[in-house]
């Protein structure tokens, strides 16, 4: 038997968000599958059976989407388009979901000491943005862009000179 880690628990978690969300977007030809549901496009709540999704439920920012194996709720972040990505509670449940497929991980202990290994490996990260997110990336997915701009914000908390305006200031042409 394979040595499954924590990333192939990731991955997984991830190919099952990217399943749920190509279903949205080539059923409904959205490309915001939030966007769809607050426009009425289709009902908070279902199913998609011809497409494998057995039953789904929109939620605030995000969506749990349950397939014949395993159900993946997720949020989305927008990083300027929409993604999803993942947090240590989410990861935990999917796993408490499917304790036969990760028998290893039924002990919270090890997938929180695991994870945390992960953040300080710089496996993954957390942007610490104006409109910030409680989802970690995985920090090569994450553009320099996002990077810097985390970096002057955290400089900014230190009473830096640089001074970033919000998205709707800069819309407005506000101070």
């Not at 939030?34 to 998609?48: N, S, V």
């Not at 990505?85 to 796993?95: A, K, P, Q, V």
């Amino acid at each position: 038997m394979t040595n499954i880690t924590l990333l192939d628990i990731i991955k997984d978690y991830q190919t099952g968000a990217d399943k749920a969300v190509l279903i949205f977007k080539n059923k409904y030809k959205v490309n915001d599958i939030l966007e769809g549901w607050h426009t009425g496009i289709y009902e908070q709540t279902g199913k998609l059976v011809d497409e494998g999704l057995y039953f789904y439920a929109f939620h605030g920012i995000g969506l749990s989407a349950h397939f014949k194996d395993k159900i993946v709720d997720f949020d989305l972040a927008y990083f300027p388009g929409p993604r999803h990505d993942f947090d240590l509670w989410r990861l935990t449940n999917f796993i408490q979901n499917q304790r036969n497929k990760y028998p290893d991980y039924n002990n919270k202990e090890k997938i929180e000491r695991e994870f945390n290994e992960l953040i300080e490996n710089g496996i993954v990260a957390k942007p610490k943005l104006e409109n910030s997110t409680t989802l970690y990336f995985f920090k090569d997915t994450l553009t320099t862009e996002i990077i810097n701009e985390a970096q002057r914000k955290n400089n900014n908390n230190n009473n830096s000179k640089i001074t970033l305006k919000t998205w709707w200031q800069k819309l407005l042409g506000s101070k």
